[in-house]
């Protein structure tokens, strides 16, 4: 990275992307401007928390950043989704006793030892004797013993201490909720005014979720579906189809599921998910002893570099940089992991021996044929041309070991394949012809430090170009000083 006038010459030295979240600790455009020097490629805006005009705030800070560094920024709009909690008690917490009687009901007086409301009747519309019911991030688990429309009575299974509005969730059950609130759909109208690239969504049960959040973003936006439900898993294949990308979101998927099962399931959800050539994110704790230490712990870095061994497409701080103490720093030692890993002769043994069959047509295998070209001739980069962004997808899906160079006229697509692996995205003009996008691809690698004069780019695109899908062409090129 290199400074000319105002203008800050970007060219990551990595394949793995970082998403950072945006909070107070990171509100100022000079802070968000450090994030991105640092290494961050998709800012998150968490609408759990925060104001529209904080969000909206921050969004045009970025967008100043964007203008004035000429590089596409990705802007993730984080929704809320349904937040199932207890209500409040009598007099502060009260102490539990495993094999106590305990009742949740939707009376709103407040609670004592003996019950608690829990104002959520689709939640006693799902129970059944014996089904377990975890409070507070599951330090309080409750086995039912008989329940109704407005009632359940359980029994304390574990647990000691229980306070006002603590967390519910119920394993193995799907509840008849609407991933998006009265309050998502809100700040969703904002975040695609505001002109957000990705939409992450919460609470994913089951693929009706995803058509539900598709049909109300219109296209304005790229969609990702958060698995932090177990249940979404059993429906794993048809809502990664149905999804533009995918989160594996590990802190709710921690409270539902055995600790044990999280790493397999993370493991399953990113192979899927690059099998199926959509972007997935690996995401919560990476870096948790950060929000107020200057250094993260040997496991968190392990946590981090196994998510870039696995070949996510990105890693993410959440706490770390929004309210953390040490913001830019966690940015600085999460691109310092996954650059140290990209260069252990390992990783490139487990990428090249986890190759997708590739699909049964011509792009598919041109864009097979582009990786193994630029491993044998040792090209600097592989170049796509897209308007939608397939080109571009399927490029990564190949998880080649050079970096690559999408061009395209649609800056909506420069930005939303920021959070791809690999590619480093350059809005650019239309061409007119496939010679023109070739002098523009050389001119594009040597002006970002992709290429040198004399290094060698293979290039893939689409004849006639603005045919979604229609990669046809693989051409090698020589950069040559303009």
Known sequence: MTMTGNAIKIRRSRLTKIVATLGPSSASPEVIARLFESGVDVFRLNFSHGTHADHGARLAALRDLEARTGRPIAVMADLQGPKLRIATFADGPVTLTAGQPFRLDLSREPGDRSRVGMPHPEIFAALSPDTDLLLDDGRVRLRVTACGPDFADTVVVSGTKLSDRKGVNVPGVVLPLSPLTPKDREDLAFALDQGVDWVALSFVQRPDDVAEARKLIAGRAALLSKLEKPQAIAHLADIIEMSDGIMVARGDLGVELPAEDVPTLQKRIVRESR???????????MLESMVSAPAPTRAEASDVATAV??????????????????????????DRIARRVEHDPLYRTIMDAQHPDPQQTAADAITAAARQVAHTIQAAAIVTYTTSGSTTLRAARERPEVPILCLTSALETARRMQMVFGVHAVHTDDVANFSEMVQ?????????????????????????????????????AWVEAE
């Open 275 to 285: 099998r199926a050539g959509k972007p997935v994110i690996v995401a919560t704790q």
């Open 309 to 334: 061994y696995d070949g996510a497409d990105a890693v993410m701080l959440s706490a770390e940089t929004a309210s953390g103490d040490y913001p830019v720093e966690a940015v600085s030692i999460m």
């Open 440 to 476: 523009k691809a050389t001119r594009a690698a040597h002006a970002d430090g992709l290429a040198a004069e004399g290094q060698r780019l293979v290039i893939t695109a689409g004849v006639p170009f603005g045919t979604p899908g229609n990669t046809n062409i693989l051409r090698i």
